[in-house]
């Protein structure tokens, strides 16, 4: 039985999001060309880089043009990043009024120490009261313009401290469209496995809104399993598609129940890189287009052979000259390895989440840390 006989079409507010896959947001990474590359191999909903809430009230130029959506790009879906309820609601009634977005999701699954020091990402849902009040002055301010608001969360902080089960009713309490959970605590970072067991509970507890699995899918079975054992509404990718975006159209393929391509020898993927970078050049200009391209060289070739010295050239890659020459190195027939998982981008070490004195005291404290709503990069 296929996946499409068995799971109902995902809709997220107005959207139908078919096949059910949300290109996870990641800061640093999904800006407009690495999503624009993503969606020529398949449907979905593609979110963009986080953006912080304070950045967009006050205009920061910097923040201004990671807004930039591809011609056509539909819906256009943008994650927020803020820890007050003001903010939140200035910067989504400016994304929305101003139509620079038609989704907005809030990230609280950061688990960065200079974040949760401060209380944002992954400590917020600790605060029961005031992760309800940033989710509802958000829904008020999108709901008038039929904008879906959506929240990503993680587990918990540790695993003393679990916050996904409460995170979720309270987000569809509050008006939100969907919710998507990563399944680990901030304590583990990107370690270990996602517990997809999390996201079935979670399921449970969430009956009125799409819930959204996310963790450890590097392959288009991995979609399917997480949506068979978990009974999740739908799937959100992260590391699996770093230097494979053509893992859209083998999740899309599996999901409509085809057969799923083999993956690509080592003369695509050059072909792939090259399309990556005339979409970062065309977006932002050689230097930055370059500078981007550089880190995610090493996932293009993980598992391929080629040389190490190579590798450092491609690393260190300034000019899209140099880059069709690099390329013209490359055993354009290697075949695709077959005992690759695929990239895990940053793992990270488990460890101890830092977090404001004394935030564990209370769960229903609402007070927010002075100078909290940060600029920050990460997940
Ligand atoms: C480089 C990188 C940047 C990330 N940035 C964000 C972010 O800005 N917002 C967010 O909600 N999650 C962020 N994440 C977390 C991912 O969205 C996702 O939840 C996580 O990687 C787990 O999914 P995966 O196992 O498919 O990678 C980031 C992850 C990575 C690897």
């Given at each position: 039985?296929?996946?499409?006989?068995?799971?109902?079409?995902?809709?997220?507010?107005?959207?139908?999001?078919?096949?059910?896959v949300v290109l996870a947001p990641m800061a640093g990474?999904?800006?407009?060309?690495?999503?624009?590359?993503?969606?020529?191999?398949?449907?979905?909903?593609?979110?963009?880089?986080?953006?912080?809430?304070?950045?967009?009230?006050?205009?920061?130029?910097?923040?201004?043009?990671?807004?930039?959506?591809?011609?056509?790009?539909?819906?256009?879906?943008?994650?927020?990043?803020?820890?007050?309820?003001?903010?939140?609601?200035?910067?989504?009634?400016?994304?929305?009024?101003?139509?620079?977005?038609?989704?907005?999701?809030?990230?609280?699954?950061?688990?960065?120490?200079?974040?949760?020091?401060?209380?944002?990402?992954?400590?917020?849902?600790?605060?029961?009261?005031?992760?309800a009040d940033i989710v509802r002055a958000s829904v008020?301010?999108?709901?008038?313009?039929?904008?879906?608001?959506?929240?990503?969360?993680?587990?918990?902080?540790?695993?003393?401290?679990?916050?996904?089960?409460?995170?979720?009713?309270?987000?569809?309490?509050?008006?939100?469209?969907?919710?998507?959970?990563?399944?680990?605590?901030?304590?583990?970072?990107?370690?270990?496995?996602?517990?997809?067991?999390?996201?079935?509970?979670?399921?449970?507890?969430?009956?009125?809104?799409?819930?959204?699995?996310?963790?450890?899918?590097?392959?288009?079975?991995?979609?399917?399993?997480?949506?068979?054992?978990?009974?999740?509404?739908?799937?959100?990718?992260?590391?699996?598609?770093?230097?494979?975006?053509?893992?859209?159209?083998?999740?899309?393929?599996?999901?409509?129940?085809?057969?799923?391509?083999?993956?690509?020898?080592?003369?695509?993927?050059?072909?792939?890189?090259?399309?990556?970078?005339?979409?970062?050049?065309?977006?932002?200009?050689?230097?930055?287009?370059?500078?981007?391209?550089?880190?995610?060289?090493a996932w293009y070739f993980m598992g391929f052979p080629?040389?190490?010295?190579?590798?450092?050239?491609?690393?260190?890659?300034?000019?899209?000259?140099?880059?069709?020459?690099?390329?013209?190195?490359?055993?354009?027939?290697?075949?695709?390895?077959?005992?690759?998982?695929?990239?895990?981008?940053?793992?990270?070490?488990?460890?101890?989440?830092?977090?404001?004195?004394?935030?564990?005291?209370?769960?229903?404290?609402?007070?927010?840390?002075?100078?909290?709503?940060?600029?920050?990069?990460?997940?």
């Amino acid at each position: 039985m296929t996946a499409t006989l068995t799971t109902p079409a995902l809709r997220i507010g107005p959207y139908a999001v078919d096949p059910p896959v949300v290109l996870a947001p990641m800061a640093g990474i999904t800006n407009v060309a690495f999503r624009q590359l993503c969606q020529e191999y398949g449907a979905g909903l593609y979110v963009c880089e986080m953006i912080t809430a304070r950045a967009v009230v006050e205009r920061h130029p910097g923040t201004m043009h990671m807004m930039t959506f591809a011609e056509g790009e539909r819906p256009r879906s943008m994650q927020l990043y803020g820890v007050d309820p003001k903010t939140m609601r200035e910067a989504v009634k400016i994304v929305v009024g101003e139509g620079l977005a038609d989704h907005v999701d809030a990230n609280f699954g950061c688990p960065v120490a200079k974040v949760t020091r401060k209380g944002g990402g992954a400590a917020l849902p600790f605060k029961r009261r005031l992760f309800a009040d940033i989710v509802r002055a958000s829904v008020e301010a999108a709901e008038p313009a039929g904008v879906p608001f959506t929240v990503k969360f993680r587990v918990g902080i540790d695993d003393e401290h679990h916050t996904y089960l409460d995170a979720g009713r309270i987000a569809e309490a509050e008006g939100a469209s969907a919710v998507a959970l990563h399944a680990r605590t901030a304590a583990q970072r990107y370690s270990g496995q996602a517990d997809w067991s999390r996201i079935s509970r979670l399921k449970e507890a969430v009956t009125g809104i799409p819930v959204l699995g996310n963790g450890d899918i590097f392959t288009a079975s991995d979609a399917l399993r997480m949506m068979a054992q978990t009974g999740c509404d739908g799937v959100v990718v992260g590391r699996g598609c770093l230097g494979r975006p053509w893992l859209f159209g083998e999740l899309e393929a599996a999901f409509a129940g085809r057969p799923v391509p083999e993956g690509p020898n080592l003369g695509e993927v050059a072909r792939v890189l090259r399309r990556h970078a005339d979409l970062l050049v065309r977006h932002d200009g050689v230097d930055k287009a370059m500078r981007d391209l550089r880190k995610h060289m090493a996932w293009y070739f993980m598992g391929f052979p080629v040389g190490s010295s190579l590798r450092r050239r491609f690393a260190m890659v300034s000019a899209p000259d140099e880059l069709d020459e690099l390329i013209g190195q490359l055993d354009h027939d290697a075949p695709f390895p077959a005992d690759a998982l695929g990239p895990r981008g940053r793992q990270g070490s488990p460890g101890k989440v830092t977090l404001p004195h004394g935030w564990l005291d209370d769960p229903d404290d609402p007070c927010v840390p002075e100078g909290a709503d940060l600029m920050h990069s990460g997940g």
